[in-house]
Nanobody
Framework: QVHLVESGGGSVPAGGSLRLSCAVS???????????MGWFRQAPGKEREGVAT????????SYADSVKSRFTISQDNAKNTLYLQMNRLKANETDMYFC???????????????????WGQGTRVTVTS
């Protein structure tokens, strides 16, 4: 069973940076088995929005248009941890951020939450203006 634990959230002024971490257990990121991982965010009353994904076996990344050139998703196989580096944060990016994993492909699409079977509990990011 894949278990995900996010950390690194907090409060930052607009234009600032944060790095989120997602510790993975129950699966080895360096495994030759294919796993997709992603970072999502969700505001109260809104749908969960995918912002960045990575295909762990190849390191191939994808980003939502709204975060391209500002966010970077990466993995550290030695630490079995996923990261999201967020730069030039905007006030409207205040959300709960979640990491997610799928071992069954991405049938519904890379940025669709229903494509992922495993979720962390989330970490809150507050961007102050």
């Amino acid at each position: 069973q894949v278990h995900l634990v996010e950390s690194g959230g907090g409060s930052v002024p607009a234009g600032g940076s944060l790095r989120l971490s997602c510790a993975v257990s129950g699966y080895t990121l360096s495994s030759s088995s294919s796993m997709f991982m992603g970072w999502f965010r969700q505001a109260p009353g809104k749908e969960r929005e995918g912002v960045a994904t990575i295909w762990t076996v190849h390191g191939t990344t994808s980003y939502a248009d709204s975060v391209k050139s500002r966010f970077t998703i990466s993995q550290d196989n030695a630490k079995n941890t996923l990261y999201l580096q967020m730069n030039r944060l905007k006030a409207n990016e205040t959300d709960m951020y979640f990491c997610a994993a799928s071992l069954r492909g991405i049938g519904a699409g890379l940025f669709k939450s229903r494509s992922y079977q495993h979720w962390g509990q989330g970490t809150r990011v507050t961007v102050t203006s």
